[in-house]
């Protein structure tokens, strides 16, 4: 028997740990125990955005046979997350018992996946139901293959899928020369992918990088020396009006985002829309007709930079940024590690409430 959490894809706030009974490893495939794995408000992106861009599908639980009541299977949906794996049992003879993997997962203690496409640094899950999804979440690593994850274990799941994304607005702004800006303004500027974005931006020494928090994680956001200046929400109108700004935007917050507009009015050049941590704020949906902006998808910016540098040239410009930002979180993060339902409910419901404090890491197993 194992356990695994769903949650009420229309209120995030019902959740339900429910028992399933472990059949027999089919033919070709892996079980693997899974943990620790990482939360942070990107999960809860994910099911935000789980029927526009299908994140429900790749855990849906009726795919595993989770028992449902009649109607329970448009319900509930298991919210992904990034994290660990340890093959326990295998009948894929080109995987081991005892092998580690990383990839995006299920809230589940037990896991069955189905290896393709194996290569020595990894595989794709080829359970059916998944093989029309992105590859990108598809695909599992070999820890033992990938000498990054030899060091700050657990920092990487919390880091690590996030990072990629700020990796890559660095080098989508840019590439465009920055819309012409004089300086970059981040929303949410205290998120963990707001924070890699700063970061690349700083190495990268083009225009300065300005925060936006709120006011209870200015010191935090301030402390990490990766903005050239930060502001809180209540003090927008505080910062110089006349700089060309370009704003990534990891909040979502049609409030937050109006006053902006608001006060620079035609001195923002682009607004690349990037999250939505502000969950549960008015959504922002308008730039009043005045500004350009446009969605960012890491997976489609990966993609496009993957294919002009090749794979190895990808993980070689990424590494030189991430290795050194990985080493900097011991001064700013600290990661707790817990397992069983009870510690990861609670910050579940910090993390929705938008309560959990932003210089901590949060790892779970069940
Ligand atoms: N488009 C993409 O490809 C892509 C890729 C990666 C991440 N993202 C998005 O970037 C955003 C940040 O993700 P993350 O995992 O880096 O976040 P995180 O580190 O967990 O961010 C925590 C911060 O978000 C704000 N926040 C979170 N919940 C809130 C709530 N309920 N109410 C108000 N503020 C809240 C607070 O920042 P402040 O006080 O500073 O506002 C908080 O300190 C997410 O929306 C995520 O989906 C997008």
Redesign the pocket.
Known sequence: MSQTLLVNKQDFAEVALVNIKEDALDDGCIRLKLGPWAL???????MLTGDQIGYWHYFNPTDYGIQMDEGDGIKWGRMPVWGYGEVTESRCADVKVGQRVYGFLPIADSFDMRPVKLTPHGFQDGMEHRTKLHSLYNGLTFTDKDPSFGVHQDLQPVLR??FT?SFLIDDFLAEKDFFGAEQVLI????????LGTAFCLKQRSAIPTVGL??A??KDF?DGTGFYANTYSYDAITDMNPDVKTVIVD???NGDVMETVLDHFEENITYICR????????KPNVSTKGKTPSG?????DQAKARIAEWGGAGFNQRLGARWLPFLDSASDWLSVEKQSGVEPLLQTYKE????T?T?DKGYLFSL
Do not use: C, E, Q
């Open positions: 942070t408000a990107n999960n809860i992106t994910y899928p996030l994304t929303l949410s500027a205290s998120s963990k992918t707001a928090t709120s209870r994680n956001v990891m909040a979502g990037v999250g939505i941590s502000h969950w549960d704020a969605f960012f998808f890491a997976p993390m929705l409430d938008g959990a932003p």
